[in-house]
């Protein structure tokens, strides 16, 4: 069991996570909008079902039954998702973690993905490329070159494959828990 704590910088926010066997995640995140709690079931990095929700709002829930197939809370199949693995929810680092824990990468190796994208805002989810780059090793860290349509950065995570440095977005808070 981790107990990893990161700080939303752009938004002065705070997120508190909990991961046990690295198979599941329970989170929540203050915002000043509001307190969201998130669960995440996954298996071998593998998601399987993903509920968000907004505290007395707001919840969405998405299952994973199969790779790339995804189901809504009814269990209605959602074709438009069709052959996404990994989700990203607009507001926590974790969801990085899961394609960079889910795939072997060697420097320099360029992935392009498609994710499920969880705006929290509106709790709408559409699939979007993101290309994650292994660019170079920092001591016991890694750093990847991350990228969307619209936007790139660096990220580094530690040897857990956990976010330590998200610039301008997030930041580890605390040392990891154990």
Do not use: C
Request: charge should be negative; hydrophobic fraction near 35%.
């Amino acid at each position: 069991m981790l107990d990893v704590y990161w700080r939303n910088v752009r938004e002065m926010a705070l997120e508190g996570i909990r991961i046990k066997e690295f198979d599941y995640a329970s989170s929540s995140v203050i915002l000043r909008r509001g307190t969201y709690h998130y669960t995440i079931m996954f298996d071998g990095w593998r998601v399987t079902s993903v509920r968000l929700e907004l505290v007395n709002k707001h919840a969405l829930i998405l299952q994973s039954p199969a790779e790339g197939e995804w189901l809504d809370a009814d269990g209605e199949q959602l074709p438009e998702l069709a052959g996404a693995i990994d989700i990203d929810i607009s507001i926590t680092p974790f969801t990085n973690s899961l394609p960079i824990n889910r795939l072997d990468w060697e420097r320099g190796q360029e992935r392009t993905l498609t994710m499920v994208y969880i705006d929290a805002e509106d709790f709408t989810f559409k699939p979007v490329e993101q290309t994650y780059t292994y660019l170079r090793d920092e001591g016991e860290n890694r750093v990847f070159s991350y990228e969307t349509e619209s936007y790139q950065t660096e990220i580094t995570v530690n040897e857990l494959g956990l976010v330590v440095s998200y610039p301008g977005e997030f930041e580890l808070d605390s040392p990891i828990k154990r």
